[in-house]
């Protein structure tokens, strides 16, 4: 799924070329709005999730769903939703892609602790050679994420 930037005019008058061809064809689309966190900001989470997933022998989707998520940062994920039919209400896991910035901060610092306390020091997001290093690991054992 493409995503623009719609502050920049090549970007914007590239989104509005595709919504005309979709348009066009009567295609099914859905819009949405991004103003959680930046690319940046997720690329970097989900390097270290990675990163994390393999040096303790766990799938990128384990670390993020049960680790990340359901051990490290439950005040954040666990959200308590209403059936719309039965009334009931139910637990809930949000996604990642719903946070903020800063609720995407905590959970991540939150995540780091985690991780130094069982062994391995995650570096932070401006420690380029490090994360070059993590970059060049993760591509090499892709096929074990």
């Known amino acids: 799924m493409a995503k623009y930037d719609l502050s920049k005019p090549m970007r914007r008058a590239q989104f509005e070329r595709r919504a005309d061809s979709l348009k066009e064809r009567g295609?099914?689309?859905?819009?949405?709005?991004?103003?959680?966190?930046?690319?940046?900001?997720?690329?970097?989470?989900?390097?270290?999730?990675?990163?994390?997933?393999?040096?303790?022998g766990y799938s990128l989707s384990y670390v993020k769903r049960n680790i990340f998520k359901m051990i490290v940062n439950p005040q954040i994920f666990f959200v308590d939703r209403v059936n719309e039919k039965s009334g009931e209400v139910y637990r809930d896991i949000r996604s990642s892609a719903d946070l903020s910035k800063e609720e995407t901060c905590v959970a991540i610092d939150r995540f780091k602790d985690h991780s130094a306390q069982g062994g391995l020091v995650l570096p932070d997001p401006d420690n380029i050679i490090y994360l070059k290093e993590i970059m060049e690991e993760i591509e090499s054992a892709k096929r074990y994420l």
């Open 27 to 56: 295609r099914f689309v859905e819009l949405k709005e991004l103003t959680a966190r930046s690319l940046k900001q997720n690329n970097y989470l989900h390097l270290i999730l990675s990163y994390y997933g393999l040096e303790f």
